[in-house]
């Protein structure tokens, strides 16, 4: 069978330009959750990417409902799909590609393989995913499930969260939780670059970090 679900409600253009300043590997500096699998890789480098998690299970070989989706997805949106564990067939591949970049789809984050990475590459259409595979789904008509809680990487990710890609990961977060996560990760990105000068002009690391007197504290001392 079927579920389909409203969309949900898009979290804030502010927000979303907030986020896109963060490096999702700052917010790790921050978090210890809500980060996916880092098997779950970018297709394509250099790219970061923020929206609004649409969501979408299709388990096996039935990706009747992703071709459904397509009719539905807004600019802004984030695909985040859930493959219940199929590592085998890919269900995004080339038409689809077009698709979601001619709905000005933002990204898509796959629980799973996918395919003709060439034509990825081509649309320049942002995409993370557990890698390559020439074994497609099919139009089964079977069952899927719609703007539904999905697990993908680990993490149970719902409808309207807010998601954060780019060469070092995935991560979601809560639009209520995600102003706040975002101010500090741009602060602590814009105190790295105080710290970098501080380097350049002759200051070594464990000096500005203090790194050098925890250390020195724990030395026994000489006898």
Same mark, same amino acid.
């Given at each position: 069978?079927?579920?389909?679900n409203?969309?949900?409600?898009?979290?804030?253009?502010?927000?979303?330009?907030e986020?896109?300043?963060?490096?999702?590997?700052?917010i790790?500096?921050?978090?210890?959750?809500?980060?996916?699998?880092?098997?779950?890789?970018?297709?394509?480098?250099? &790219?970061?990417?923020?929206?609004?998690?649409?969501?979408?299970?299709?388990?096996h070989? +039935?990706?009747?409902?992703?071709?459904?989706?397509?009719?539905?997805?807004?600019?802004? +949106?984030?695909?985040?799909? *859930?493959?219940?564990?199929? +590592? &085998?067939?890919?269900?995004?591949?080339?038409?689809?590609?077009?698709?979601?970049?001619?709905?000005?789809? &933002?990204?898509?984050?796959? +629980?799973?393989?996918?395919?003709?990475?060439?034509?990825?590459?081509?649309?320049d259409m942002?995409?993370?995913?557990?890698?390559?595979?020439?074994?497609?789904?099919?139009?089964l008509?079977l069952?899927?499930?719609?703007?539904?809680?999905?697990?993908?990487?680990?993490?149970?990710?719902?409808?309207?969260?807010?998601?954060?890609?780019?060469?070092?990961?995935?991560?979601?977060?809560?639009?209520?939780?995600?102003?706040?996560i975002?101010?500090?990760?741009?602060?602590?990105?814009?105190?790295?670059? !105080?710290?970098?000068?501080?380097?350049?002009?002759?200051? &070594?690391?464990?000096?500005?970090?203090?790194?050098?007197?925890m250390? *020195?504290? !724990?030395?026994?001392?000489?006898?």
């Amino acid at each position: 069978m079927f579920i389909v679900n409203p969309m949900p409600a898009q979290i804030a253009p502010e927000l979303v330009t907030e986020l896109e300043k963060c490096e999702v590997a700052t917010i790790g500096h921050v978090l210890h959750s809500g980060f996916v699998d880092r098997e779950i890789r970018a297709v394509l480098p250099g &790219k970061r990417v923020a929206g609004t998690a649409v969501t979408l299970r299709i388990p096996h070989a +039935d990706s009747t409902l992703l071709h459904y989706l397509t009719a539905y997805v807004r600019p802004g +949106d984030v695909v985040v799909i *859930e493959r219940c564990g199929d +590592d &085998k067939h890919a269900c995004w591949g080339g038409v689809i590609t077009n698709a979601m970049k001619m709905a000005g789809v &933002k990204a898509g984050v796959i +629980d799973g393989p996918a395919t003709d990475f060439s034509e990825i590459v081509k649309v320049d259409m942002p995409m993370w995913c557990r890698g390559p595979s020439p074994i497609t789904t099919k139009l089964l008509g079977l069952e899927g499930a719609m703007n539904v809680p999905v697990n993908v990487g680990g993490q149970t990710i719902e409808p309207g969260d807010a998601v954060l890609c780019d060469e070092s990961g995935v991560v979601v977060l809560k639009p209520a939780q995600a102003p706040a996560i975002a101010a500090r990760a741009i602060q602590m990105q814009e105190n790295e670059i !105080k710290l970098l000068a501080r380097l350049a002009a002759g200051e &070594k690391l464990p000096d500005i970090t203090g790194a050098r007197a925890m250390v *020195e504290a !724990k030395l026994a001392p000489a006898t």
